[in-house]
């Protein structure tokens, strides 16, 4: 792309810059009937140039949010972090910020924890049921069964929403850290989280 810029004022007024070529032409003017050089200014230089909006990359918006959809799964504490960064495109769009999960549910809870090992979560699961142990009559609340009460019970106690920093596009996650579903219910099917950022 080349820029001209034309100015008929005497060369003498003009200062030119090393990387831009000049070039004299005489034109009559004929307001005084004289003739003067007009100079054009040409440059081939990239300073002249503006990029076009096919290549300039809009910034994110600052707040985003989503629902993520995750598959059914049996009862136990369950990694989701691949399932949810697959659902979130928009994430490598943020350079800096942070990403907030909610569940909406009250019988599964979302959390932070160990991403290695397969024995964590059994455990996770062990301890939770020694905490809110199921049986009909150590509740009042039994509508949808003896894993009822004790599921509330269980998504107040691990929590319902976790904060995540994001940095240069992904989740700023430890070495051994993943998100967490943790499945309350024998048969409590799909869960939907409501991801919300605020970055740029």
């Known amino acids: 792309m080349r820029s001209c810029f034309i100015s008929t004022s005497s060369f003498s007024s003009i200062q030119l810059n090393s990387s831009v070529k000049t070039n004299l032409t005489y034109s009559k003017n004929t307001a005084c009937d004289k003739t ?24 994110p918006s600052p707040w985003f949010q989503t629902q993520i959809l995750l598959k059914s799964r049996s009862r136990g504490c369950h990694l989701i972090t691949s399932e949810v960064i697959s659902q979130l495109p928009q994430l490598s769009q943020y350079k800096v910020g942070i990403a907030h999960f909610f569940i909406q549910h009250t019988s599964a809870s979302i959390t932070l924890n160990e991403n290695a090992s397969p024995d964590v979560p059994v455990d996770m699961e062990t301890a939770l049921n020694r905490v809110a142990p199921e049986g009909f009559h150590l509740y009042t609340h039994n509508d949808e069964g003896e894993d009822d009460m004790p599921a509330h019970v269980k998504s107040s106690l691990v929590g319902a929403s976790i904060s995540v920093p994001i940095s240069n596009g992904r989740l700023a996650l430890g070495t051994w850290q993943g998100l967490w579903l943790c499945e309350h219910r024998n048969y409590g099917g799909s869960r939907k989280l409501v991801v919300t950022i605020n970055g740029a």
Request: proline share 12%; charged share 20%.
């Open 36 to 59: 003067r050089p007009s100079v054009v200014l040409c440059s081939s230089s990239s300073a002249f140039d503006l990029p076009s909006k096919s290549k300039m990359k809009s910034p």
